[in-house]
């Protein structure tokens, strides 16, 4: 028998496969295929204040090992992911849920997690700071220490659950963002969001994607990914979520000797619907054929 | 939705560039006219989505033009090759609503989803007119499988090098005992053909997708009954909500 | 026929396709197996002031859709380039060839540049500015668009070929440090350097690669290198050679129309050595494909 | 070096692990003993090397472990696959310095270059002796290949169930009367044997090589000589330049 249990801020998980926001909807679509409580946890579409429609369509582009998306946080807003979105998540799961809080302005950050705060089904609040900030120029919260530092201070001030800050790897120093938001107050780092890219239609001669640029992952992007998990262990304290182009159980093993306690699946649940669920259950026979009993010995094993 | 194996039986050139392949495996999931399914390719990292043109308990034919990278390899396949393929996606055609004499307007690689629904109607003892649009002569393709399938085909090409000269919406516009109508093909046409019906109806869209089972919403469009996912809230959209 | 030349600071090229540093030696290795006179040009091996053997082996690690690479600057040193290398070199390729140029001060720079400066060979200098800042606590010159300006003043100073800076991917914002060149006096800016990544081996549970992380390229980088090629179009006036992950006509033309007026091609050559030639046989066919007559006609297509 | 198709001919199991593959193609790139090729498989972004064991005028034979992904694939292709192959890698044994009594040390997957060696010596009139190492009995392969080509081959085995029990360091102590020496295996077996033989030789060495043809300098090394490459300059090197 393997241990595959690993624990996020006091939060045990039967594994440490997690479906990466916006790939799993709300769950219920793939718990029409699977049993879904067979996951780690899930992390949910991110959620705004208001209501989002989103970016223009075309939203999604091809690439070599990937694909570019540029969806734009569609989602009810806050309230109705409240009302409506997690009594439905209830029925399906029955485990803590990560949820994924996204804003424009550290106002709506404070108030979406305050209002989250209070849900008893959520495990752990993912505030995603790759969204431009409107107030500051619009580059993203995630490309400055400091304002990545502002935002978590401010959501920690009105939460009492774990606080995981979700960096963007669009940035030239990864680790000392992590560490900014370390002292912050973060009780964890979840990494990496997509990386900004861009193709072109060679019969339009135009951006592929109507938004011209959009967020690129899948497995093409697993390198930075490691090498992003890699630098944040270095420098924090707190735990590490990966992510970031995993699409099997040896991916799920190399994030965590990079340095994550948990690893969450994105793009490839996209084309692969079960992607999450053939994941877990190859996970003790890749253990097995390295010689691993226990996950919990792996973590940040490379720096070793 | 259900994610198998399917073996190619059939895959054979309707035109220059339009294929017709018949795949072998379990079509469960599919549930009706309308619906697409999702194919994995090697060395692609989307799926395909093509609309099912034909299905029975272990085949489901399709009919693709070949137009980039995914079909140019499918183009090339040989019997018996293997493909992972998502089925039983969207929400296909209401016959239901069809009343009496619906019409079925397919434009150029819109053809395949009417001919499953043509039998559906059939089936249920109804009278539909099939108009089917193209180009021109060359790249016109299924006007004889429509044919024996017993119903009324009027084809309308561009040049007029067969049928009656211009589009669909000639032909539709001419008609006026139609109970309904059901369409797919480019935009602009199911645009054109929403402006110039005299009755209800329903469109089937295209949208570059990520899933194609409704995780990503990737494909979202704005409706008058609210945000829809083509891929799953669709293809098929009724022309009362479609926002233009 | 079709028109495949461009032109880069008054050097006229019979096509845009570029070998791309440290991917085709100092070209006789190619030249062994095909006439690389049919080549725009090309750009050799990074050059340094001094010998370098590089970094420790294995140096070579496997990603999807690319490698990480981290030779780390083996070359035999600026005197021994130019006494041995450009002599070989100007036995099998006739054209005006691209020196690149690495190092670890501005002085160094200064040196190399100088010294390359004086080989009527050499058409444009490509300096590399993606390499670590000794002086300046070891971030490299191309993260800052300060650093990256003084070595572009630098440089500029003591040469009168045309300067053309290559810039690091691994930055916040790629059209700030692009522009701060641009003002320094560069001629043409190259873009992208490799992405920083990490694999880990997973029967060592170490890092494959010697040195940790090593420069990530292929077509696996292809979507980011568009988007900076595009974001930097936008930012300057002078000419953009554009680079990272391309592999074929079509990769060519789609980084022409983020804005290329030429492109090197890199890790293809180094899995595929016919890669150049077969791209260059293949362009007028692509370009009829999309009804292209004039290259020069696309370039920045993508931005009208 | 050259760039061509290959058609499999044949892939059949040595051991549970170890491969034969028959490569039919153009082979005029290939000049000796001791070079490798390197073989593109789908999906895989480096080519993979691998000595040649022998070859004649339109075939190659490789002899190859499955211990990853590559080889995997590999291992699975059947009889009639193409494959995009690079040939005429690397420099090969110098057969020139042998001496009358050759020996040739192959250890584990380091036997298959050693075969066309044994052949090309004996056929310039030597009588090399083939000293082949393997783990255990169930992994040895090609000793009766090596015995059909007439020349005297000892076998060593770490747990003793083949051959003398111990490494071959241990036999070629035991040998005195050699006049050269010649070797391919793992990179502490190379070091034991530099140091354990009383001649020069020559030793065939493996690093993880980004391009196999001496363009990218991934596969550097430094020897008494200045760096080389090991695609390029190597991947035979003489005992002496080595800078272990
Ligand atoms: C619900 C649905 C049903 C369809 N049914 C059919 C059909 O029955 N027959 C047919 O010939 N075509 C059909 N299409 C269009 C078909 O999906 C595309 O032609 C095909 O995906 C092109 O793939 P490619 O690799 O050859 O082209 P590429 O241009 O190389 O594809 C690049 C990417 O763009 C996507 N893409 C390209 N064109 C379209 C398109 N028109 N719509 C959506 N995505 C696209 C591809 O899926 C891929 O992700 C349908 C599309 C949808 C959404
Ligand atoms: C000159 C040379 C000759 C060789 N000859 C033989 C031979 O005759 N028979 C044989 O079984 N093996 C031989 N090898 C080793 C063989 O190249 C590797 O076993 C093979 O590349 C592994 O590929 P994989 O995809 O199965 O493994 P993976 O571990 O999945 O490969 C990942 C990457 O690492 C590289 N790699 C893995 N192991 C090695 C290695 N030992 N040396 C160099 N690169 C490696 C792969 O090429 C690939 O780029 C030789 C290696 C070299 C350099
Ligand atoms: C279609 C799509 C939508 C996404 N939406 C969100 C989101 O709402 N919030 C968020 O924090 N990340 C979002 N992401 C980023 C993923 O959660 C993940 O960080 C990223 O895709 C890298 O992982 P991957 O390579 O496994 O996809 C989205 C990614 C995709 C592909
Ligand atoms: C093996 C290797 C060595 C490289 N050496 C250099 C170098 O010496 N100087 C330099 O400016 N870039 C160097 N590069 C970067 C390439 O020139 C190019 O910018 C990068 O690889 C992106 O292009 P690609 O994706 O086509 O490989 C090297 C890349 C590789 C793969
Ligand atoms: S394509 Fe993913 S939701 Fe429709
Ligand atoms: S592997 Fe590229 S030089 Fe040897």
Redesign the pocket.
């Known amino acids: 028998m393997v241990n595959t249990k690993v624990t996020l801020s006091g939060i045990t998980l039967d594994n440490p496969v997690i479906p ?4 799993f909807g709300y769950g219920y679509e793939f718990a029409e295929y699977y049993d879904i409580n067979m996951l780690g946890s899930f ?1 949910f ?2 959620t705004t204040r208001e209501p989002r429609f989103g970016n223009p369509t075309p939203r999604i582009a091809e690439c070599t090992g ?2 570019i ?1 540029s ?1 734009g ?1 569609q989602n009810p807003g806050i309230e109705k992911v409240i009302s409506e979105e997690l009594p439905k998540m209830r029925e399906v799961f029955h485990k803590p849920v990560i949820a ?1 809080i ?1 804003g424009f302005s550290v106002d709506e950050y404070v108030y979406c997690c305050e209002k989250i705060n209070k849900e008893d089904q959520v495990g752990i609040i ?1 505030v ?1 700071v ?1 969204c431009p900030n409107v107030h500051h120029g619009g580059m993203s919260f995630g490309t400055s220490p400091e304002a990545a530092a502002e935002v978590t201070r401010a959501v920690k001030a009105v939460t009492s659950k774990p606080v995981y800050i ?1 960096l963007s790897p669009n940035v030239t120093d990864i680790a000392s963002i992590a560490k900014a938001c370390e002292e912050a107050g973060a009780d964890g780092i979840s990494l ?3 990386l900004m890219g861009m193709r072109i239609d060679l019969k339009t001669a135009k951006p592929a994607i109507a938004n011209t640029m959009g ?1 690129f ?2 497995s093409a ?1 697993f390198p930075v ?1 490691v090498r992003m998990v890699y630098q944040v262990y270095e420098a924090v304290k707190i735990p590490v979520i990966g ?4 699409s099997s159980a040896e991916d799920v093993l190399e994030m965590m000797l990079a340095g994550a306690t948990a690893v ?5 649940n ?1 084309v692969e619907p079960f992607a999450c669920k053939n994941i877990i259950e190859d996970l003790p026979r890749v253990m097995k054929k390295y010689g691993i009993t226990d996950l919990n010995d792996i973590i940040g094993g490379a720096h070793k | 939705m259900k994610q198998s194996l399917f073996t190619i039986r059939k895959n054979e050139s309707l035109t220059s560039t339009v294929f017709r392949m018949v795949l072998e495996g379990e079509t469960s999931a599919v549930t009706g006219a309308g619906q697409f399914l999702n194919i994995k390719l090697d060395g692609l990292f989307l799926r395909r989505p093509l609309s099912i043109c034909d299905y029975d308990e272990n085949t489901i034919t399709i009919l693709y033009k070949v137009v980039g990278k995914g079909t140019e390899v499918m183009s090339e396949m040989a019997p018996s090759v293997s493909l992972d393929i998502l089925t039983g996606l969207g929400n296909g055609y209401d016959t239901t609503k069809s009343g009496d004499r619906p019409l079925l307007i397919g434009g150029g690689v819109g053809v395949p989803p009417m001919y499953r629904l043509a039998k559906n109607l059939i089936n249920e003892g109804k009278k539909p007119i099939v108009i089917l649009g193209f180009n021109t002569k060359d790249e016109a393709f299924y006007v004889e499988e429509f044919e024996s399938l017993g119903v009324e085909v009027i084809v309308a090409t561009a040049d007029g090098t067969l049928g009656t000269k211009g589009f669909v919406t000639d032909i539709v516009k001419s008609l006026s005992n139609y109970t309904y109508f059901y369409t797919c093909g480019p935009e602009p046409m199911l645009k054109a053909l929403s402006d110039c019906t005299t009755t209800s109806g329903q469109l089937s869209f295209e949208e570059r997708m ?1 899933c194609g089972f409704g995780a ?3 494909c979202s469009c704005e409706t008058k009954y609210g945000n829809k996912r083509i891929c799953k809230d669709g293809p098929v959209l009724e022309k009362e909500e479609i926002i233009w």
């Open positions: 990466a926001s916006g790939t992390s579409k991110g990937g694909l998306n969806v946080l994924n996204s993912e995603n790759s979700k990496i969001n997509t967020g992952s899948g992007i990914a992510m970031g182009g995993v969450q699946v994105g793009a490839a996209l | 990520g990503c919403m990737g």
